[in-house]
């Protein structure tokens, strides 16, 4: 079992910025992929990031790409999304979720874990 506890939502103006946290408990963290994801009201959960065990590799929506970066710290079972330039479009539940395989990494179904999600919301 793997226990995932998101941080770091809140209100922010639009071009504002937010970090996201996930800590995770349990087995060992660098034996996965972690991901972020999101939904939004009346909308399904979308991918939003992921990154490799080690954190080599990092992948992104493109709605997001050169916006928000995801990045680990596995000395503290962490992984975080730095979110910039954040747009109305950009609200929604935010989920980090924990799998084992880089390479469906972009879908919701590969993901053994999830955390209770943190709310960002982003003002016009």
């Known amino acids: 079992q793997v226990q995932l506890v998101e941080s770091g939502g809140g209100l922010v103006q639009a071009g504002g910025s937010l970090r996201l946290s996930c800590a995770a408990s349990g087995r060992t963290f660098n034996n996965y992929v972690m991901g972020w994801f999101r939904q939004a009201p009346g909308k399904e959960r979308e991918f939003v990031a992921a990154?490799?065990?080690?954190?080599?590799?990092?992948n992104y929506a493109d709605s997001v790409k050169g916006r928000f970066t995801i990045s680990r710290d596995n000395t503290k079972n962490t992984t975080y999304l730095q979110m910039n330039s954040l747009k109305p479009e950009d609200t929604a539940v935010y989920y980090c979720?924990?799998?084992?395989?880089?390479?469906?990494?972009?879908?919701?179904?590969?993901?053994?874990?999830w955390g209770q999600g943190t709310q960002v919301t982003v003002s016009s």
């Open positions: 990154i490799s065990w080690t954190g080599r590799f990092t």
């Open positions: 979720g924990a799998g084992t395989d880089w390479s469906t990494s972009r879908n919701l179904y590969a993901y053994n874990y």
